[in-house]
């Protein structure tokens, strides 16, 4: 792998990376705020600000949890890109 394509591929990664984590920290909680009522019932709290802001603490406090939350849509994208070449490599070979 030359050194140019190698960054390109570093590049790419972090993009993704970065893509997934704003998924993570930004768009999940909203979604989470708004459908987990409607399966779970009301949580405890004054709106959306109060929740945003217990789940940036927690991520601050490094709670395992809190960070397995908003790493998900990342982990997630890996563990199919994983499961793909797993399955490619595993195909009989066309002839």
């Known amino acids: 792998m030359s050194q140019g394509s190698f960054r390109k591929a570093a590049l790419r990664e972090t993009a993704l990376f970065l893509g997934?984590?704003?998924v993570g920290l930004v768009l999940l909680p909203v979604a989470i705020f708004w459908i987990g009522p409607r399966l779970l019932g009301d949580f405890g709290g004054y709106g959306f600000a109060d929740f945003f802001g217990s789940m940036a603490a927690r991520i601050r406090d490094g709670d395992a949890a809190a960070w397995f939350l908003v790493l998900s849509p990342y982990l997630g994208v890996q563990a199919l890109r994983l499961t793909w070449l797993a399955w490619r490599s595993t195909r009989p070979a066309a002839r």
């Open 20 to 22: 997934l984590l704003f």
